[in-house]
Structure formats: structure tokens, C-alpha cells
Nanobody, 126 residues
């Protein structure tokens, strides 16, 4: 059974940085997509970033985080990081890690993913 555990959320001032970690267990397939989505109170869950893993990694980003966030994978481990720099108050949300097939379709929608973590809260103060 696939399990995803997120960590690294917290309170940070605007302009600061955080690194989120997603540790996946129970993955039995060698190719997959791991993604980060976020959901603010009263809003729908939205795509943040994804990494499609085959023999290498292809990354995808939402326009709102491009240039500020970086998704990366620990080599030979089912662990994915989301490095978040230049954080803004509008980045405040619960961040969820997700896993889907390779390639996930659609990669930027929750429907493209099969497994989800419980989320980690990120709060950016102004």
C-alpha cells in the first residue's frame, strides 16, 4: 500500500524559505509522477509542481510558483523535496504530496493522481 508523508511546513515571514519533504513508501513501480498540490481555506486544491520520473526527471510548475519553487528527487529514494523561496502570503495553504502514474494525465489536476498524503500547513505572514 502506497503511503505518503509530508513534512517541513510551518510559519515563515514573507520573503523567507521553506523546504517540504515527501517520503513515499510502498511504491512498487519504477516510473511514476510525484506532485505537490496546495489548498487554501475556501479554495479548490491547485497544482504547484510535479516531477515525472522514468530514467530521469521531468519537472512541471504552476505559473504562480515558477522561478521561486523547485521540485527535486533524492536519487535512488522515493523522496521528493519542494524548495520554496521568496514566499508570499498568497502561498499560505496546506500542501499535499501526491503520486500518480507515468505520465500523470492530467499532470496539473488532482484527478491525475492516485495517492495522497495528509498534508502539511504552510503559513506565510506579511
Amino acid at each position: 500500500q502506497v503511503q505518503l508523508v509530508e513534512s517541513g511546513g510551518g510559519l515563515v515571514q514573507a520573503g523567507g524559505s521553506l523546504r517540504l519533504t515527501c517520503a513515499a513508501s510502498g511504491l512498487t513501480f519504477s516510473t511514476y509522477t510525484m506532485g505537490w498540490f496546495r489548498q487554501a481555506p475556501g479554495k479548490e486544491r491547485e497544482f504547484v509542481a510535479a516531477l515525472a520520473w522514468s530514467s530521469g526527471a521531468t519537472t512541471y510548475y504552476a505559473d504562480s510558483v515558477k522561478g521561486r519553487f523547485t521540485i527535486s528527487k533524492v536519487y535512488a529514494k522515493n523522496t521528493v523535496y519542494l524548495q520554496m523561496n521568496s514566499l508570499k502570503p498568497e502561498d499560505t495553504a496546506t500542501y499535499y504530496c501526491a503520486v500518480g502514474p507515468f505520465p500523470a494525465q492530467p499532470i496539473d489536476q488532482p484527478s491525475g493522481m492516485d495517492y495522497w498524503g495528509k498534508g502539511t500547513l504552510v503559513t506565510v505572514s506579511s
